[in-house]
């Protein structure tokens, strides 16, 4: 019997060296056609210098739409369609302005939240409330009626994975102002949520509660929210605000999406995406524009190297993360309606930086078969396959379909300074890091496509 077992082990040990000795050539050749011939940087300079910032509902957002149909079908796809979807259409309706009122007013430098109502074309002005965590407000409530309330609320710069400093502070942009609202305030300010050493104002979508009046909201450079609460700290401060803001009636907006189709298995389906919506300061680089045409590039580069997937490997530049996600949600209602059998996604919306790993949401055996690829991987800079990620596109598929997720992680350290901020431009991505993350992705969706999971 040993001696059998032990014949069956020489049989399979060659084999499997044998398979893994495919891979690695097939992933070079991969990684080859991308970090040779990539389309990936000119795809991302056309879209954030030619159709710019692309905030849900702009005229830039058809204008993405059709850049992407003409991207995927340039770079191969066998079929490309426009999915639609309602979406929600706000508008920054003008420029953005505060002050710090006395004989010279100090301006400060903000954007509005999106999504926040305006303060009016007359503005306000208030005396401020300095808060700098939701337990503070709680105590100062009997003070908020009446007044602007600044958040000051930090990143926490122990956090080495910066994503958790974005988790830990965004609860003041998305539930601050209601929750200031609660107890009378006429407006909030909060610091932005980064840990830039610059004074630009970082936006991000705000969450109201029905419950209570829906109040202007804007965020703040780092710079400018230290000046304001340095002089708090002095003396009773007041402050002039005014915003435009207002939401329009939903409209509609498209998932793009390409695909080539499965040679065996053509009803199991890999997507593999990004956010084709940008928030509207800046011309969202990295912010999405980055895991869109590295999503883009991975098709490209399989039809290039002529391979022929097993699986439908589909392609969704998705509508509306930023503000609604309402394009992720629709993609999945369309899937379990039509029953499709959605066997992964993977995301890419953290950046166009060197890529480090990969996040999961997967049974754990499966992750246990992921990391058993780690050696194919690590060569192009994967370090860390863990349990924890996917994106918030995709999300719906594993609540819907239970499909396992992934999105990848880049280095985080600089993401935050440029995110939802006016320095997200095209200038700031780094074209081989950029694609290394391509690199990455395809390599991934390599395998999950020869072996399944």
């Not at 990539?38 to 739409?65: D, H, I, M, W």
Request: some cysteine; proline content about 5%; overall charge neutral.
């Amino acid at each position: 019997m040993r001696f059998k077992l032990f014949t069956l082990l020489l049989t399979i040990i060659p084999f499997i060296g044998l398979a893994q000795q495919d891979d690695s050539l097939k992933i070079r050749a991969i990684a080859n056609e991308i970090l040779l011939r990539s389309q990936a940087y000119e795809n991302l300079r056309v879209l954030t210098k030619k159709v710019g910032a692309r905030l849900t509902g702009s005229p830039q957002t058809y204008k993405a739409e059709a850049w992407g149909q003409n991207a995927l079908q340039k770079a191969g796809a066998d079929r490309v369609i426009a999915q639609s979807c309602l979406v929600p259409h706000w508008v920054r309706g003008g420029k953005d302005e505060a002050w710090i009122v006395g004989s010279k007013n100090q301006p400060l430098d903000i954007l509005a939240l999106g999504n926040s109502m305006g303060t009016g074309p007359k503005g306000i002005q208030a005396p401020v409330v300095l808060i700098n965590s939701f337990e503070e407000l709680e105590q100062k409530k009997a003070e908020v009626k009446g007044k602007i309330v600044f958040y000051n609320y930090k990143f926490n710069d122990t956090y080495v994975r910066t994503f958790e400093a974005y988790r830990d502070a965004v609860g003041y942009r998305g539930a601050g102002p209601s929750a200031a609202a609660r107890h009378g305030a006429v407006g909030v300010l909060i610091r932005s949520m980064s840990h830039a050493a610059d004074n630009n104002p970082h936006t991000g979508s705000t969450r109201y509660n029905d419950s209570f009046p829906k109040i202007p909201a804007a965020a703040m450079g780092l710079q400018d929210a230290d000046k304001l609460a340095a002089a708090l700290e002095k003396a009773p401060v007041t402050l002039f605000l005014k915003t435009n803001g207002k939401m329009l009636p939903d409209t509609v907006a498209h998932n793009i999406i390409g695909e080539i189709t499965g040679s065996e298995y053509p009803d199991e389906i890999i997507t593999v995406g990004g956010h084709l919506d940008s928030w509207d300061p800046a011309e969202g680089a990295h912010d999405d524009g980055s895991g869109c045409v590295q999503s883009i590039e991975i098709l490209r580069a399989l039809k290039a190297i002529g391979y022929k997937p097993k699986r439908t490997i589909r392609v969704v530049l998705f509508a509306n993360e930023e503000n609604g996600l309402r394009g992720g949600g629709r993609y999945a209602e369309e899937a379990r309606l039509k029953k499709e059998k959605h066997i992964f996604a993977l995301e890419s919306d953290a950046g166009g930086f060197t890529p480090r790993g990969f996040g999961f949401t997967m049974p754990a055996e499966l992750l246990k078969k992921v990391k058993s690829w780690l050696p194919l991987l690590q060569p192009y800079g994967i370090s860390e396959l863990e349990m924890g990620g996917g994106g918030s596109d995709i999300g719906p598929l594993n609540r819907e379909l239970g499909t396992p997720l992934a999105g990848l992680e880049p280095d985080s350290q600089r993401y935050f300074d440029i995110h939802h901020a006016r320095s997200d431009v095209f200038e700031a991505v780094n074209k081989r890091e950029l694609e290394l993350g391509a690199v990455s992705m395809a390599a991934l969706i390599y395998l999950v496509d020869k072996y399944g999971l």
